[in-house]
């Protein structure tokens, strides 16, 4: 009985770690990716969807080795293929904006590139900048990362649904679509709508985020009084006596 109870306890605890983890941002966009490659892949090889396969578990499809081979595929998509496909983008995105810059702002001098102000941390053992620069470095890591599974998602979406499925049998972003022919119902139809709704709007958002450069390497670091003093001494020891600033 113990044995019995303790296993419950297992399943139960693993289960909502789970949950947790899927309803952060990043992991429920890995598992929407996960479940579209899988989809994908079984459409692919099989000729059938995810719902039709896994409806017995002696099917030719479900067993040991396609799942290695499955799991050796999304990791390349997912760890290689995409991210490099998504750089590869933004190089394009970030040319054009070469060929048509904006207008110059104005220097914002609360603003500094990060390997100088890590310099200068470094050198008065200043810990707390060092902190705050680690932070932000993950910051950006994990924009990055996030950045990098949200193109993958809509990249895998995009192929189930415009690229695989036949008359015969329809992909699973295809049989959700579907589902307004077979509920029925004013208030099933409209939770439908807004659900395929939000999702899309979803999509548009991650993929323009995805693919929109970061406008500046620089983080925000207020200048001190004496920084502020230091800098203003210095513009006027580089100012010539016209007026003109010889920096």
């Known amino acids: 009985m113990a044995?019995?109870?303790?296993?419950?306890?297992?399943?139960?605890t693993t289960s909502t770690t789970f949950i947790d983890k899927a309803v952060e941002f990043r992991h429920f966009m890995l598992l929407i990716s996960f479940l579209l490659a899988l989809d994908s892949c079984l459409m692919i090889f099989f000729k059938k969807n995810l719902l039709q396969s896994f409806g017995s578990l002696s099917a030719p499809e479900v067993n040991a080795a396609g799942a290695l081979i499955f799991l050796g595929i999304f990791a390349f998509l997912m760890a290689l293929l995409f991210p490099v496909l998504r750089q590869v983008l933004l190089a394009v995105v970030r040319w054009i904006k070469w060929q048509y810059p904006a207008k110059d702002e104005k220097n914002n001098h609360d603003y500094r590139?990060?390997?100088?102000?890590?310099?200068?941390?470094?050198?008065e053992r200043d810990k707390l900048i060092i902190e705050l620069l680690d932070k932000e470095d993950q910051q950006r890591r994990d924009h990055q990362t996030n950045m990098n599974i949200g193109f993958g998602l809509v990249i895998m979406f995009a192929i189930n649904y415009l690229v695989l499925g036949t008359d015969q049998v329809l992909t699973l972003t295809q049989t959700a679509v579907t589902l307004l022919d077979v509920m029925k119902g004013f208030w099933i139809s409209a939770l439908i709508n807004i659900s395929l709704g939000t999702f899309a709007v979803f999509l548009f958002v991650v993929l323009a985020m995805s693919l929109k450069?970061?406008?500046?390497?620089?983080i925000y670091l207020p200048e001190s009084d004496e920084e502020k003093a230091m800098r203003k001494e210095k513009e006027k020891k580089m100012q010539g006596p016209n007026g003109v600033y010889l920096g």
């Open 213 to 218: 450069p970061e406008s500046s390497d620089k």
């Open 113 to 123: 590139y990060p390997s100088g102000v890590r310099k200068k941390a470094l050198i």
């Open 3 to 12: 044995d019995s109870s303790n296993s419950i306890s297992k399943v139960i």
